[in-house]
């Protein structure tokens, strides 16, 4: 991954994470606030529900009272003590429906102590039965309480209160109350987004027309069920989210409140529900404007990545371009110093590092050039004085033949001519290797097949593995078949291949197997000469390619400089890997260099027009 996109996803990720954790944040505390303020909305409006049921609970009591205390009520009582309701039940079959009228009360009821019905207001017909749940609950009520009321079209949740006459020994009940319906569900102030239900439990099992909804917004009240039950049961408060169906914004945060009645059951269930619309409106909002400003933020960051990766890699990429010209041999590369900072910084100590490598190179260049023309000095020397010390003798001998025996002076100078011609050619062959070394021709790129470079300098060597005079050596060719033509110069190559098998042979002088192979290796090909002779040790093989270097006890050391000099002028290289005793082999890697003869037969051509 380049540098610029390197920055650029540092700036996207860092955009991003930060936009994200800040949405994050602020869903979370809209949250929180939105749920803070539904639990204090939820609060007040239980808070009023009480208020309107204490309030009418008190009223109903007081009215309950005054039923009690006035005189129709005392009159029954007294006919109670006497007996004579027991015979007359029909005298008093409206009278609790008028006084009920009075007192704006929509249910009432008279009740011996036996649980007899005397007179019921909203169910006349209903006088003579017994009702036992009234003497059950006159024992515990001291105020107001839930109760259900049967009527003749179905049941009714009643806001009740229970009062005593007693007359003798007897006891009159008088049971009154007002409906808790969808009227009484309306008197209440709902803040906006609020809701409050009724549910009457007045089956045993659940039913959608019991709940009460005075906003009439409710169609299913399914979803319901599981809360009202699960509050009856427990008989606690309990809050739940509420998915009406699909779209998240018609959720509702219900709150279900048991409402207690006599002895411990749970008449109705207070239903408080709160709208989540707001909250998801404004959590979509929060989330719009998180992805706007992180588009904006990416975009931005693109830019910037642009504009700072501009700012940093194209010094970058100029140093790099400047190291590359100076790997290749561009000592006088310079990079333009634009900057104080790090960059600038650093492009100056790059020119600071040229110029000291420029400097260096001109040194170690003059220095090698003396110890070089020092080497040949010593080498030329050492080489010539081999036959000079014989042409010294030769001619003394003949000034001394002829002071001394002028007769055998003719004798003595034909056998001096010879020993001075030998040595006068031995000198000759000296200067003619070391001529040839200065002069290494340039490579005449051709279109050649390495494989038969090898085996037409193979073919000179062949002859010892079938001759009985000489130490033989086994040469085997291990060629890989179809090998790609390379671009070379045939003569070069033949004359460094020979010189490597010149090499191979003299370092086994008992026999041996002598190995030529050759492969492909990507885009080179590769020769492998192999030798099982004495081998070479590791400063050897270091130094085996310096000129006038030599192992030999008859050689000038010229020989491997000059089979480097050729594989290097091919764009090659060569290597040596040897061990003492284990044999040596030597590896050439060749590149194709088609470009190189297209060029020169395109030369070639252009200078022939």
């Excluded at 090499?503 to 000469?529: C, F």
């Excluded at 270097?549 to 000099?565: C, D, E, F, P, R």
């Amino acid at each position: 991954m380049s540098f610029r996109r390197k920055l650029l996803t540092v700036f996207a990720l860092t955009v991003f994470l930060s936009v994200a954790a800040v949405t994050w944040f602020i869903s979370t505390m809209t949250r929180r606030a939105f749920e803070k303020s539904n639990e204090e909305r939820t609060a007040a409006l239980v808070a009023q529900f009480r208020r309107e049921f204490d309030r009418r609970g008190e009223e109903v009591l007081h009215r309950v009272e005054n039923i009690a205390i006035s005189e129709p009520a005392t009159r029954m009582a007294l006919a109670l003590s006497r007996g004579s309701l027991n015979y007359d039940y029909g005298a008093y079959l409206n009278q609790a429906k008028n006084i009920a009228e009075n007192q704006q009360l929509d249910f009432l009821q008279f009740v011996s102590e036996d649980g007899t019905i005397l007179s019921s207001a909203q169910w006349p017909a209903k006088f003579g039965y017994r009702d036992m749940s009234v003497p059950l609950a006159a024992s515990d009520a001291k105020g107001s309480f839930l109760r259900k009321e049967e009527l003749p079209e179905g049941a009714a949740l009643s806001l009740s209160a229970i009062r005593m006459v007693h007359i003798g020994d007897k006891t009159l009940y008088v049971v009154g109350g007002r409906r808790i319906d969808k009227a009484f569900m309306a008197t209440l102030e709902l803040p906006a987004g609020m809701r409050a239900m009724l549910y009457q439990n007045l089956l045993p099992e659940f039913s959608s027309h019991l709940l009460v909804d005075p906003s009439a917004a409710l169609i299913n009240a399914e979803p319901l069920r599981a809360l009202i039950q699960q509050t009856e049961q427990e008989k606690r408060e309990i809050t739940q989210l509420v998915h009406w169906n699909s779209d998240p914004s018609d959720d509702e945060t219900v709150r279900a409140i048991p409402l207690m009645g006599q002895g411990g059951n749970v008449p109705g269930v207070l239903l408080i529900g709160a709208s989540r619309r707001p909250y998801v409106e404004l959590r979509q909002h929060i989330r719009s404007a998180g992805l706007l400003v992180g588009g904006l933020g990416i975009v931005l960051s693109v830019l910037l990545s642009g504009w700072a990766a501009a700012r940093v890699t194209q010094p970058v990429e100029q140093l790099a371009e400047a190291a590359r010209r100076v790997a290749v041999g561009d000592w006088n590369t310079r990079v333009d110093v634009t900057s104080t900072d790090e960059l600038g910084e650093l492009a100056e100590s790059f020119n600071r590092m040229t110029r000291e490598l420029l400097d260096q190179k001109e040194r170690l260049v003059q220095t090698e050039r003396v110890a070089a023309w020092r080497e040949l000095a010593r080498r030329l020397a050492h080489e010539l004085k081999n036959p000079l010390f014989p042409l010294q003798l030769t001619v003394e001998n003949l000034i001394r033949a002829h002071q001394q025996t002028p007769e055998q002076f003719d004798e003595v100078f034909h056998e001096s001519s010879a020993t001075l011609l030998a040595e006068i050619a031995n000198l000759k062959a000296i200067i003619s290797r070391f001529s040839d070394f200065s002069k290494m021709p340039q490579p005449q790129f051709q279109i050649v097949q390495l494989n038969e470079v090898v085996k037409n300098a193979a073919r000179l060597f062949q002859s010892r593995s079938h001759s009985a005079e000489e130490v033989k050596i086994q040469c085997e060719m291990r060629l890989q078949e179809n090998m790609q033509n390379i671009a070379a110069d045939p003569d070069l190559l033949h004359r460094a291949i020979s010189n490597l098998l010149l090499n191979a042979v003299d370092a086994m002088p008992h026999g041996g197997v002598l190995t030529l192979q050759t492969r492909e290796s990507g885009d080179n090909a590769v020769l492998e000469i192999s030798d099982t002779g004495t081998g070479l040790s590791v400063e050897e093989c270091q130094r085996l390619f310096t000129p006038y270097y030599t192992t030999k006890a008859h050689g000038t050391g010229l020989g491997l400089a000059m089979v480097q000099s050729a594989v290097s002028d091919h764009g090659g290289k060569i290597t040596v890997q040897s061990a003492p005793g284990r044999g040596t082999t030597f590896i050439i890697e060749l590149p194709r260099n088609l470009d190189k003869s297209a060029k020169q037969a395109g030369t070639t051509s252009g200078a022939s027009a």
